[in-house]
């Protein structure tokens, strides 16, 4: 079912609380050191600004785990703020409830913004404990979600307050729907999944749910070893999700029962040990050294995924093809990044490690859509309903 944005609602005169995320990472000074997730908040920001609203963003930073740790508080933020809406007026609360912030929120005026303190210093944020979301919620008349990187989380912030205010999608989520939902519903065929990572007990419920809807299915990074196990293949010290062999046989035999094109390495680079200069080289995969491991597929592998990726009318991809923090082997990840860069149709980077590397490496622009939440992206791929979306209010 579509949910309502902030252009389904009026929003002139209205006090608005919205739900970002500003968990952005800090300089030991107090510093930000990446403001991506600030800068992705603004089409929200200025379209409410634009159009009259009053304001109120609210957002958690960190794990202050319920305590008031002021090294996790929201305050660089708005200075931040401060320098990308000049102009504006931006209020800083140093709570998120109380007298204090309801006298603030009372105040404020069309155009301007209160940023309230960070949510997590309470506990009852996490527990969605429902005085707390009543007592949020009773500053604002209309609530606008727009933290896809915590919509699986049912929060107060995220849940709790749609409980007591009309709720509505800002643009982040709006696009994420959008973008994602008719990647997975209403694909341009042929659609190319790419999975990557460590741990197949991590996947299981994406590619269960992809085997239903793509025509190839691409398979790399650490999970690659678990399926050459279930085919019976040495796999020396690579990472192995033992428990979940009998699971790999399985998902290959229904891959090829519903005529999905599974892919997996045919060649890989294998290390002594895993560190950023062990000695490495490449081997066909089915002579996989016995004391060796996996850190990346090999070239052969890359330039086949690649090409199957320059072919698709839509990719998705969500984790990378090796170790990509060693540069030694970062290459097959890279080889990904570019076809998906090079790719005519949509391409859809679930957050996390892929949507680093893609960025790390310069295609970020390339991409139809870079996912800004990890673990929410996945949980959409798999198929499952998002608690901070299904929240808001239907069309």
Not at 226 to 248: H, P, Q, R
Not at 313 to 322: A, C, E
Request: proline share 4%.
């Amino acid at each position: 079912m579509a949910k309502k944005t902030i252009q389904d609602v009026g929003v002139k005169g209205l006090r608005v609380l919205v739900r970002v995320d500003y968990n952005v990472p800090l300089e030991e000074d107090g510093s930000i050191s990446d403001d991506k997730r600030i800068v992705a908040s603004l089409p929200t920001v200025k379209y409410l600004l634009d159009n009259g609203a009053k304001v109120i963003l609210c957002s958690h930073l960190g794990r202050p785990k319920g305590e008031r740790r002021m090294e996790f508080s929201l305050a660089p933020v708005a200075k931040r703020l401060e320098e990308l809406l000049p102009g504006v007026k931006i209020t800083f609360a140093h709570d998120c409830i109380g007298e204090e912030v309801e006298k603030l929120a009372a105040e404020l005026k069309e155009g301007e913004i209160l940023l309230l303190e960070n949510l997590r210093f309470y506990k009852e944020e996490e527990k969605n404990d429902p005085e707390f979301a009543k007592k949020l919620a009773s500053l604002a008349e209309l609530y606008v979600s727009d933290a896809f990187g915590t919509v699986h989380r049912a929060h107060a912030s995220t849940v709790g307050v749609a409980a007591y205010l009309p709720a509505v999608a800002g643009f982040l989520i709006g696009k994420e729907l959008s973008v994602m939902g008719e990647a997975l519903e209403n694909p341009v065929r042929p659609l190319v999944a790419i999975l990557g990572g460590a741990k197949v007990k991590d996947k299981i419920g994406v590619i269960t749910n992809l085997l239903n809807k793509c025509d190839t299915l691409i398979i790399g990074g650490g999970m690659a070893y678990t399926f050459y196990k279930a085919k019976g293949y040495e796999i020396g010290t690579s990472l192995l999700d033992e428990a979940n062999v009998g699971l790999a046989a399985e998902l290959m035999e229904t891959a090829k029962a519903k005529g999905v094109k599974l892919m997996l390495p045919v060649d890989n680079v294998v290390a002594t040990e895993y560190s950023e200069d062990a000695e490495h080289k490449q081997v066909p995969a089915d002579q996989f050294p016995a004391d060796w491991m996996g850190m990346d597929i090999g070239d052969k592998t890359a330039a086949m995924f690649a090409e199957e990726v320059k072919k698709a009318g839509t990719v998705i991809w969500n984790g990378p093809m090796g170790v990509f923090e060693f540069p030694e082997f970062a290459k097959g990840t890279a080889a990904v990044a570019a076809a998906c860069a090079e790719c005519d149709g949509i391409t859809i980077v679930g957050g996390g490690d892929s949507a680093s590397a893609i960025t790390k490496l310069g295609f970020a622009d390339k991409i139809t859509h870079i996912s800004t939440g990890g673990g929410a992206s996945l949980e959409f791929l798999e198929g499952k309903t998002l608690p901070g979306v299904a929240a808001l209010n239907d069309k």
